[in-house]
């Protein structure tokens, strides 16, 4: 043998002895155990940035960093020992597995964990309402309150469904999980705080408010009223035409789906014989203040610093000068005109018997109309024409 060919001999036994002594080294630190501990690890260590490079999802090429982290806590919450995992044939019947993709470090087995979209079915009772996932805006519901959604990346989202009708607002979020085992789709339902309401009124002709606003609609007419908040940020009244103008029910506020009764006579007759007590109170008030001369009896039923109480002021000077003296005999209210909900004008027409000081006495009628305005809770006289 040459001296040549000794040293090529040599030199590759050389190299294969190296060469083994290599993938001695390599096998013993990078096998495909080894890998696949490495990825289980950081499933139960929530490792994001690593298990970036393993994971694949159905029909996605690319994956942001939020989808990677919404995965990772998924994945996390499961735990790595829940997390089948295919040698050979693979079941993709699970929307989360681990199955082998190619070679990695040119040797060994890559493993990757798979995973599958999930499609969102969302019931409510919000019928077109905006729907939102993390503040996504993926759509409306249907007439029905249903929304269809494909291909989400499972995982937790906070979804809000925000509803926008005629008479009000109203939104509901709530954080969701995402995610089935098998099943490629989930349902899901979130009922807003709103409803249907039932209506009534005493009379055919009332009209229906919300919020102080006319609707158009008679309230006679009106079936399951809705959907609107049941919040309290609504309120509904009912208003009618009377013989003394505009009469009103009482408010009601809006908090919860049932019925509600906008009776109109019963508020009438309340006012009627609320400004009658106070034409009452008055005209003893004013006769006693004039024969005691002590306007204090009179004061209570006039607002103070209004035309009627200054005049009514003076006139009990006048009239205790001259010494004349008055009995209340009878009044009549003949009318209540409403000029909104603070201001009213009554007619009244009201008898006396006066004394006078020389010993006369007669009877003085007269008809007069009374300014009111409501101050707080309570009415007071303000003019007299």
């Known amino acids: 043998m040459s001296r040549k060919l000794q040293i090529i001999m040599g030199g590759l036994i050389i190299v294969l002895f190296l060469g083994f002594i290599f993938i001695s080294i390599f096998k013993s630190n990078f096998n495909s155990e080894k890998l696949l501990a490495e990825l289980y690890e950081a499933v ?140 490629d789709t989930i349902e899901v339902s979130l009922d807003l705080n709103i409803g249907y309401i039932d209506i009534y009124s005493n009379r055919d002709d009332a009209k229906l408010y919300v919020n102080g606003k006319d609707t158009g609609l008679l309230v006679k007419d009106i079936h399951n009223f809705g959907p609107i908040p049941l919040d309290g940020s609504i309120t509904i009244q009912s208003k009618a035409t009377a013989e003394n103008g505009i009469i009103e029910s009482d408010e009601k506020v809006v908090n919860h789906s049932t019925s509600y009764k906008l009776n109109l006579e019963d508020k009438e007759n309340s006012i009627e014989e609320t400004l009658n007590e106070l034409v009452y109170n008055y005209e003893v008030g ?51 005109q409403k000029i909104d909900n603070a201001k009213y004008y009554l007619t009244v027409s009201e008898s006396h018997k006066v004394y006078k000081a020389d010993g006369g006495e007669n009877i003085v009628k007269h008809t007069w109309q009374y300014d009111v305005q409501k101050v707080g809770d309570k009415y007071y006289l303000t003019n007299l024409k």
């Open 44 to 183: 139960d260590k929530g490792d994001s940035k690593y298990l970036g490079k393993y994971i694949k999802v159905k029909g996605k090429t690319h994956l942001i960093d939020e989808d990677v982290k919404k995965i990772t806590n998924l994945l996390n919450n499961m735990g790595s020992m829940d997390i089948r995992i295919f040698d050979k044939e693979v079941d993709d019947s699970y929307n989360v597995f681990i199955s082998k993709d190619g070679k990695e470090k040119l040797l060994y087995d890559k493993f990757v964990i798979n995973v599958n979209t999930i499609n969102l079915v969302l019931t409510t009772n919000a019928p077109n309402s905006k729907v939102y996932l993390d503040n996504k805006a993926i759509g409306e519901t249907n007439d029905e309150g249903k929304l269809h959604y494909k291909n989400i990346i499972p995982g937790e989202y906070n979804v809000k469904v925000e509803y926008s009708g005629k008479y009000g607002k109203s939104e509901i979020t709530e954080k969701i999980k995402i995610w089935n085992e098998v099943e």
């Open 286 to 336: 004013l006769v006693n203040a004039i024969n005691y001369n002590d306007f204090s009896y009179a004061s209570p039923y006039i607002l103070k610093g209004s035309n009627l109480y200054n005049a009514q002021l003076k006139l009990i000077k006048n009239l205790n000068e001259q010494g004349i003296k008055e009995d209340y005999i009878s009044h009549e209210l003949i009318k209540v």
